[in-house]
């Protein structure tokens, strides 16, 4: 298949034109018309100037470099303009919304610093008092609404994994590894309120008449604990953990979901059991109840063990990245959210009606809408987002590693995006950076660069240029190389107000690299006589490029002309330049090359050999980039094809006699030669009967020039005409005639 492609500027738009589609092999129509593509590069007036003069820039620099480095014409351009996009950088202190947008992200303000490993959970009571528990030593810490923090509580346990408080005022924490439940009443005392005999109490709930409903692990159970601490069990699932619960107020229903085959079940006040999905990740860790009425299951897989297999239950989940569903009053489960990330560590519903999200590996913070829309909103500073927390009056705490945090109303005063190590394939110069944006009063964006030649930035690197302020086009300083990379910054002196980062465009060239051409292959044109297709003149023969007809599919395909050869090559270039192609021909005695086609823009050529003489001959294939590079840069390649024959010239059949006759029989001898090829079959046939086949001398066709005897079968008397057809190598046929009289022996 070709493509014929050109890459054409046209008033601020890439038109990226794909010509006719030919293949001389192909079953079906063999001319097809491609799709026009076009692709718009900017609607704004400031992104068209800055191509415009990107491009000017471009083509100024290149002469400064001298011949010592050629550069390609066309220049590429590196946009950024989506989520998917920015999402692929590393934000600080920014958020990536669903319209592809990038803004200073809330202040995360450090609330308390607990110097433990881990903030497990979070709760807070009626006054504004926080209370965490934490691990590894098992503590339960109070942070009141100054930040300052009191040891509440030092279990014996290792970690302290769920928390929970009544209406009193008393908290109720879960801990591992030995399952213990502790009750710490509004003055501070603290108690053993059960053992659940379990190792894990990950989750706790507390009912509409005071009681506490635990989920736990490692057997799954959901228990029933009174204020006396007596336990009762609900339901105990096959699965390994109870990770989260939730109670719906109104209809009294307790929600579980379960790590180990990522079951979310409905318990009701009566103690009813039914599975509301079956997700195809391993760990449900997360449920909340929006205010939508929907629940909201937060799903994983992450780096869990496999299911045991005693179970029954599958294993072969895909661990990457996690899922939230929606589980609808009606029994309806929608996926609303993907991410890549592939743990979900944390999930609550917020006061704008939507979900915060926390995420690792990379400790990223989501905004989730109901409909799927989402919000990179900030990235933990280090470790974590294990708990979040919506206080009472709408704020959002977090526990990141061991310490906690508050997202404020303010926006940081700055922020940085930097994007990957975008690579250009070959080496380039770069042209000018751009970017669209809404900068309100007191805010602003700058660009830095940097560029090398390793996959990922290290020592070898330039440093970061110094701050680039024209949004319209700023002149990229970094030195020619293969990989570049920008950082975005956003600052603000008004924490009200942030700046907006729609668009970042970069031109670059890439330096001239030689095309290749990988094969070149010859070999005879096939179809049908009827479908031989129009001729045109080349100088050394007929031939044709971009034209074939093709035979109909139910058709068996035979040469149509013999002389027709098929000139195929495979060729490509480094830079994507478009190529065209020259094609010489000389035989194998010769030296010098005879011009057969030139500027060819396909893959093939059609060469009709009729004037071409017989014998071994060879084509050379000179691929040039000249189409998309001046004269004085364009590269060359060439290859040249294996040897082959042009074979055109029929065998001859010489020297036919009758060698003898006897009983109406007759013993015909001959010779047959071919210049040029082997021969491979020979047949006669009398007075225009069938052909029969005849078998050299030696009993093999193998060389150019055979000897041949046959015996006819039994003849009527008179006159008869045997004609003899020699078949060469090359389809070539020869015709000999002989005339015999067979004698009447009945008169003898």
């Known amino acids: 298949m070709i493509f014929l492609t050109t890459l054409c500027l046209q008033g601020g738009r890439i038109d990226l034109i794909r010509g006719y589609c030919i293949d001389p092999e192909r079953r079906g129509n063999s001319i097809l018309p491609s799709n ?3 692709r718009n590069i900017e609607e704004s007036i400031m992104t ?12 100024l620099i290149v002469p400064v470099v001298g011949r010592s480095t050629a550069y390609a014409v066309m220049p590429t351009i590196w946009r950024d303009d989506s989520q998917a996009d920015f999402e692929k950088g590393k934000p600080e202190n920014v ?7 990038v803004v200073l992200a809330p202040l995360l303000e450090e609330v308390a610093d607990t110097d433990e490993l881990y903030v497990w959970c979070l709760t807070q009571d009626k006054e504004g008092n926080l209370y965490a528990g934490t691990g590894n030593e098992g503590r339960i810490y109070k942070i009141d609404s100054q930040g300052d923090k009191t ?9 302290i994994h769920s928390l929970a408080l009544d209406d009193e005022g008393n908290l109720y924490a879960g801990s591992s590894p030995d399952g213990i439940v502790y009750k710490i009443t509004a003055q501070g005392e603290a108690q053993t309120l059960c053992t659940t005999g ?3 109490v990950w989750s706790l709930v507390i009912g509409p008449e005071g009681q506490l409903y635990a989920g736990t692990g490692e057997a799954a159970k959901v228990l029933k604990i009174s204020q006396d601490g007596e336990v009762e069990e609900i339901y105990a699932s096959t699965d390994n953990h109870i990770m989260s619960l939730v109670l719906d107020g109104e209809s009294g229903h307790l929600y579980a979901g379960t790590e180990g085959s990522g079951i979310v079940y409905q318990i009701s006040p009566e103690g009813d059991v039914r599975v509301l999905y079956d997700a195809p990740e391993r760990e449900i860790h997360s449920l909340v109840l929006g205010d939508d009425g929907v629940l909201y299951a937060g799903a994983m897989t992450g780096p869990q063990p496999p299911v045991r297999a005693e179970k ?18 009606s029994g309806a489960v929608w996926s609303i959210w993907r991410s890549p990330q592939p743990l979900l560590l944390s999930m609550i519903w917020n006061v704008d009606g939507d979900l915060m999200v926390g995420t690792g590996e990379e400790g990223l913070i989501y905004s989730v809408t109901p409909e799927g829309d989402f919000t990179l909103v900030a990235r933990c500073p280090q470790g974590q987002p294990l708990s979040l927390h919506r206080g009472g009056e709408g704020q959002v705490y977090l526990g990141i590693s061991g310490k906690v945090y508050r997202f404020s109303s303010r926006y940081a005063t700055k922020g940085t995006l930097t994007s990957p190590e975008h690579d250009n394939s070959i080496n380039s110069k770069w042209g000018k950076i751009s970017w669209r944006a809404e900068i309100p009063e007191g805010t602003r964006i700058t660009f830095q660069t940097r560029s090398g030649n390793t996959e990922h930035a290290d020592d070898t690197w330039s440093d970061w240029s110094e701050e680039l302020q024209d949004s319209e086009g700023s002149q990229i300083p970094s030195p020619p190389a293969r990989f570049l990379q920008y950082r975005a910054n956003l600052y603000t002196s008004d924490s009200a107000r942030t700046p907006v980062l729609k668009r970042v465009s970069i031109t670059s060239l890439q330096s001239n690299l030689k095309p290749k051409v990988r094969s070149v292959t010859i070999r005879p044109y096939v179809a049908r006589p009827e479908e031989m297709p129009p001729e045109a003149s080349g100088p050394q023969g007929r031939g044709m490029e971009g034209r074939a007809q093709v035979p109909p599919p139910e058709r068996r395909r035979e040469p149509f002309k013999k002389t027709l050869k098929v000139v195929r090559w495979q060729a490509d270039d480094p830079n994507g330049d478009l190529l065209v192609y020259d094609l010489y021909f000389r035989g194998m005695d010769e030296k010098d090359w005879k011009l057969l086609k030139e500027d060819v823009k396909g893959s093939f050529y059609i060469w009709d050999t009729e004037s071409c003489p017989d014998g071994i001959q060879l084509v050379r294939v000179v691929a040039s980039d000249v189409p998309n ?4 840069f364009a590269l060359s390649a060439e290859r040249v094809s294996e040897p082959f024959i042009v074979d055109n010239t029929p065998p001859v059949v010489r020297k036919l006699k009758v060698e003898k006759q006897s009983h109406g029989k007759l013993v015909i001898r001959g010779e047959a030669e071919d210049k040029t090829s082997s021969l491979k079959k020979a047949e006669y046939s009398i007075d225009s009967g069938d052909w029969k086949i005849i078998f050299p001398q030696d009993g093999i066709f193998d060389s150019k020039k055979e000897k041949f005897t046959f015996t006819t079968d039994v003849l009527s008397p008179g006159e008869h005409t045997i004609v003899i057809r020699i078949t060469d190598f090359s389809d070539n046929i020869g015709v000999g005639k002989l005339v015999a009289k067979v004698k009447d022996i009945s008169k003898r």
């Open 36 to 38: 026009r593509l076009n």
């Open 48 to 59: 068209r100037k800055f191509i415009l003069w990107g491009l000017i820039g471009l083509y």
């Open 95 to 101: 958020s990536i919304t669903s319209q592809g947008e």
């Open 151 to 159: 040891l509440l509580y030092d279990s014996p346990e290792v970690g």
């Open 198 to 200: 379990e190792r894990y």
């Open 312 to 329: 029954g239950r599958r294993t072969n989940i895909s661990n990457d990245g996690s899922s939230i569903y929606g589980i609808f009053p």
């Open 629 to 632: 590079n001046p004269p004085e």
